[in-house]
């Protein structure tokens, strides 16, 4: 797959097939996220992967995402404070392990959706509770991950309006 044309055409995928995701690729979807830029490359972050049906319906309780119902696994994207001081770079950083991660799926022939938890405190108090998780550990983003249900069509977001050089 070209890499502009998954940029361009990749989307938010809410409905999924009933098909199992094999292990070998949840593990290029990992090393991809893993192979995201971070500030100074302290690679803060930490991945809890969710495979299993009770976890994914747990979660549903504290975020109700529909696409969580048919989802097959989910990853939840969490910045280490141990490893990076600065919440900023945490948020940024995991942010483009999030991008990357859904990238990767979208060339492996997945759908996947990015679920918004920094920085709404209950959602991550919640999760931090459902995981188990060290307090340095924030979680970030999650993102729902299967075989498309669904395709939905790309629509033109290149707007001339929006760019400017040099100066506003």
Not at 80 to 99: F, V
Request: glycine letters at 4%.
């Amino acid at each position: 797959m070209d890499l502009f044309d998954a940029l361009l055409n990749r989307r938010s995928i809410r409905k999924y097939l009933d098909k199992e995701i094999p292990k070998e690729t949840i593990n290029k979807l990992l090393k991809s996220a893993m192979y995201a830029p971070s500030a100074m490359n302290n690679q803060a972050w930490q991945f809890i992967v969710i495979n299993q049906r009770e976890k994914l319906d747990a979660i549903f309780k504290v975020i109700p995402q529909e696409m969580l119902k048919t989802a097959k696994i989910a990853i939840l994207i969490c910045g280490d404070l141990n490893l990076e001081k600065n919440i900023d770079y945490i948020e940024q950083n995991c942010s483009a392990a999030t991008q990357n991660l859904m990238l990767c799926a979208h060339g492996l022939g997945l759908g996947s959706c990015w679920i918004g938890v920094y920085p709404v405190k209950e959602t991550i108090s919640d999760l931090q509770k459902l995981f188990n998780l060290p307090e340095f550990v924030v979680p970030i983003s999650l993102v729902s991950l299967g075989y498309p249900a669904e395709h939905p069509v790309a629509e033109e977001r290149f707007k001339t309006e929006k760019v400017h050089f040099n100066k506003w």
